[in-house]
Nanobody, 116 residues
Framework: EVQLVESGGGLVQPGGSLRLSCAAS????????MNWFRQAPGKGLELVSG????????YYAESMKGRFNISRDNAKNTVVLQMNSLKPEDTAVYCC?????????WGQGTQVTVSS
């Protein structure tokens, strides 16, 4: 059974940083790309960042470039999203995602709130 468990969310002031982690199990982690999505209140799901199975290829949504960094540790089955220079508009539930055999799997999400 595929399981994705996020952690690291919380309340942070504008300009601050948070480090989100996703612990994966139930599948061959180093065979699969991993993604972070987010959903802000009243808005749709947005792809934030993605990383290839070996970590050599990454993707960032335009508004995250230069502020967010995605990485993975295949030995620990984890993917990390380092978020810097956070803005109020980054407030959202952040979810970890992978696709296995054409099926999308999601974690339960972690709340990130950026507010003074």
């Amino acid at each position: 059974e595929v399981q994705l468990v996020e952690s690291g969310g919380g309340l942070v002031q504008p300009g601050g940083s948070l480090r989100l982690s996703c612990a994966a199990s139930g599948f061959t982690f180093d065979d699969h790309a991993m993604n972070w999505f987010r959903q802000a209140p009243g808005k749709g799901l947005e792809l934030v960042s993605g990383i290839s199975w070996n970590g050599r290829s990454t993707y960032y949504a335009e508004s995250m470039k230069g502020r967010f960094n995605i990485s993975r540790d295949n030995a620990k089955n984890t993917v990390v999203l380092q978020m810097n220079s956070l803005k109020p508009e980054d407030t959202a539930v952040y979810c970890c995602n992978t696709r296995k055999l054409g099926i999308d799997y999601w974690g339960q999400g972690t709340q990130v709130t950026v507010s003074s």
